[in-house]
């Protein structure tokens, strides 16, 4: 069965303090993989889309990487308004031929000043 | 206005009720999609529309029923509904001949079933 697992679920870190959200997958026929921001009281806002492994983009103080099983979301001397909950999704081909994109649950993300 | 939006932003009905959710969107796009979001739960997509015509249906109970008369409108007609349906429900828009076009979304109906 098509997967994504976020980790952590939920992340504490002081204002400047980088880290990284991982989000691993096991769906099979990659067509791209989304990184998504939500706002409590919000829709998800897009972020990124990766295609293939190897393949890394960047917004202000984040940057997404991409291998064959999982992708990074490192975020570099983050600030409190970068507190938010992000969302991995990744679009892949079922055995039976059709497209189909799958969410993970998200990881929580708190910055604290 | 632009983007994805949706009325109201908060609803509470009870079971017997019937309420509708509407989602407009601005951005020239060709296919609509209805999500659910639940805590601790993934996105659970529920219907997709691609230029106007029914293209998925996820085993969603005939308690919801979609509507899309026109590419920039959809609703949700919503009735006898049971308490574990609430929830945030998402409408989303995205360029359907785009393979891997990113959906974008509306800020949610919170809706509260009592």
């Known amino acids: 069965e098509d997967q994504v697992t976020q980790s952590p679920e939920a992340l504490r870190l002081q204002e400047g303090e980088s880290s990284s959200l991982n989000c691993s997958y096991t769906v099979s026929g990659l067509r791209g993989l989304f990184w998504y921001r939500q706002d409590p009281g919000k829709g998800p806002e897009f972020l990124f889309t990766l295609y293939s492994a190897g393949e890394e983009k960047e917004k202000e103080r984040l940057k997404a990487t991409l291998t064959k099983k999982e992708s990074f979301l490192h975020i570099t001397a983050p600030k409190p308004e970068d507190s938010a909950t992000y969302l991995c999704a990744v679009q892949g081909v079922t055995q039976g031929g059709s497209e189909k994109l799958v969410f993970g649950k998200g990881t929580k993300l708190t910055v604290n000043p | 206005e632009t983007g994805v939006t949706q009325t109201p932003r908060h609803l509470v009905m009870g079971m017997t009720n019937k309420k509708s959710l509407k989602c407009e969107q601005h951005?020239?796009?060709?296919?609509m999609y209805w999500y659910k979001q639940s805590a601790k739960k993934p996105l659970e997509l529920m219907f997709v529309y691609s230029l106007e015509e029914r293209v998925e249906n996820n085993s969603v109970p005939s308690r919801f029923s979609p509507e899309c008369p026109n590419s920039s409108h959809l609703f949700l007609h919503l009735h006898t509904l049971q308490p574990e349906d609430s929830a945030l429900y998402l409408c989303a828009s995205s360029q359907e001949d785009r393979v891997t076009a990113p959906l974008h979304f509306g800020n949610g109906t919170r809706l509260t079933v009592t």
């Open positions: 951005l020239g796009h060709n296919a």
